[in-house]
């Protein structure tokens, strides 16, 4: 069964450096999404991604982050100078649609720990 | 106004009995998805079922079916012959435009 996928499973970064999470979403999907899950806490909205640019976004998500999609396969989040807050667990998902009824897959989440 | 309300932070059950995880939404789009998403102590994030907010008949998947009371905005999950291996969080969402809105989560323990 197709399956989101994400690397890597966990990451120790120090505070201020950048990181890049990666996922690779399944293959025929065209919506991507980056939610996060600070320990013990709901998930988060960070970004929806279509058609090479950011559909929406939250304002968790501000000029620290950036997405892309480097190629045709990869979608990833950039942290750019990593804070201690920035410490959770971050899944990526994809769907076929933005429309309702479509299911979101989600990867099993990296679990970012900054230092 | 919270989008999702799950009012149980946590639930215990029998095992081989039923279970229902209530959930509350809020929006005033007539288009919308409703989504229950369970998440074991591993972490991942796992896709139960969906219900949309058009769909006449309640939603089912094998053990999981989703009791939709769209007059009442409510979408409670009911987990029927519970599992040991049900013990998770279990967290309900719902799909309005591009955004998901998540509930804080319910923590089920099976009880063997």
């Known amino acids: 069964e197709p399956e989101v996928t994400q690397t890597p499973s966990h990451q120790v970064t120090q505070m201020g450096q950048e990181v890049i999470l990666r996922c690779v979403p399944i293959?025929?999907?065209?919506?991507f999404y980056w939610y996060r899950q600070i320990l013990g806490q709901k998930v988060e909205f960070l970004v929806s991604f279509y058609n090479n640019e950011i559909s929406e976004k939250s304002e968790i998500f501000d000029d620290q982050f950036s997405v892309e999609r480097p190629d045709g396969s990869n979608f990833t989040l950039k942290i750019r100078s990593t804070k201690l807050e920035d410490s959770a667990m971050y899944f990526c998902?994809?769907?076929?649609?933005?429309?309702?009824?479509?299911?979101?897959?989600f990867g099993q989440g990296t679990r970012l720990t900054v230092v | 106004a919270q989008k999702i309300t799950q009012t149980q932070p946590g639930m215990f059950v029998q095992e081989k009995e039923a279970v229902t995880l209530d959930c509350t939404y809020d929006t005033s789009d007539p288009s919308y998805g409703l989504f229950w998403y369970k998440q074991p102590s591993s972490g991942e994030m796992i896709f139960l079922i969906y219900?949309?907010?058009?769909?006449?008949q309640n939603a089912t998947e094998g053990r999981y079916s989703l009791n939709f009371q769209k007059a009442r905005k409510s979408a409670n999950l009911v987990i029927s012959a519970s599992q040991l291996g049900d013990s998770a969080m279990y967290f309900c969402?719902?799909?309005?435009?591009?955004?998901?809105?998540f509930g804080t989560g319910t923590s089920l323990t099976v009880i063997p």
């Open positions: 998902a994809s769907s076929v649609h933005r429309v309702m009824n479509t299911e979101a897959f």
């Open positions: 219900q949309g907010s058009y769909d006449q």
């Open positions: 293959s025929n999907h065209l919506y």
């Open positions: 969402a719902m799909r309005e435009g591009g955004q998901f809105y």
